[in-house]
């Protein structure tokens, strides 16, 4: 499931998320996409980095991690690209090669990052995956792949500090989230490198669930991951609107 080959592209997809390093997909949207898989969806992620310049661990064993999350996740395809970790770059470049997997994949749904993060890579894959799905759908963009434009893109936004546009209930996979995670045991298992930035292990399990009760509770929900969207939503029934009031 890493590194998968032009070849590999068996389907249509229903939701593709797209992020910076092997790990942000499990901390960020990794119920979300366990929930969409268990309805029958299909679920896909690209990691546009493959985790060279972390303080732990190698590229190799992130990608031998990121193939047991994939399967824990429930993903039908997952492939990493080689831009540079900690030095992604909104080039035209870098907007075909994802525009290559987004007409392969034909993702109905696009996940991308929140626009404003503490990592630069994370504030710049938004902008960066907004235009290559727009690009997409340009028939003047020659590549092997028809034309395709996504028909939605959200934004993951569990670590920005903004009310979100709705939350997505995840209790039912809330453990099954954190076993994903848990899979890089090279990035959260307690050892000295990275020991004055990285959370101890010990606390991962309370910190995680602790921020997705919270979004959960705004939810109306046991534990949830927030979402923005840019547009405005549209109700067709007062009487299904969910989230009690009062």
């Known amino acids: 499931m890493t ?3 032009e070849s590999s592209y068996p389907f249509d997809t229903d939701v593709l998320a797209i992020a910076a390093h092997r790990d942000d997909v499990e901390q960020t949207c990794g119920g979300t996409l366990l929930r969409m898989a268990a309805r029958g969806l299909r679920t896909a992620i690209l990691d546009l980095t493959r985790g060279e310049a972390g303080s732990r661990g190698t590229a190799e064993d992130r990608a031998r991690e990121a193939g047991e999350a994939g399967r824990i996740l429930g993903v039908g395809w997952r492939e990493a690209l ?3 970790d900690g030095s992604i770059e909104n ?3 870098n907007r075909l090669r994802i525009v290559h997997v987004l007409r392969r994949l034909r993702p109905r749904v696009v996940i991308l990052p929140y626009w404003q993060a503490r990592h630069p890579d994370h504030a710049i894959v938004a902008p960066l995956g907004y235009q290559a799905c727009f690009l997409s759908g340009l028939a003047k963009i020659e590549t092997d792949a028809a034309p395709f434009r ?18 997505v209930d995840i209790t039912p996979f809330i453990e099954q989230r954190h076993t994903a995670l848990m899979a ?3 990035q959260y298992a307690n050892q ?3 020991s004055a930035i990285f959370v101890p292990e010990e606390e991962i399990r309370e910190r995680t669930f602790a921020e997705a009760r919270h979004y959960g509770l705004l939810g109306g929900v046991k534990y949830g991951e927030p979402f923005v969207q840019k547009e405005v939503g549209l109700v067709d029934d007062l009487t299904l609107l969910p989230v009690q009031s009062l």
């Open 150 to 167: 996504p028909f939605k893109i959200v934004y993951a936004s569990l670590y920005s500090d903004v009310r979100p546009s709705f939350v």
């Open 3 to 5: 590194a998968a080959s």
């Open 82 to 84: 080689d831009m540079p």
């Open 192 to 194: 000295a490198a990275g």
């Open 91 to 93: 080039t035209y470049e």
């Open 184 to 186: 890089y045991r090279s």
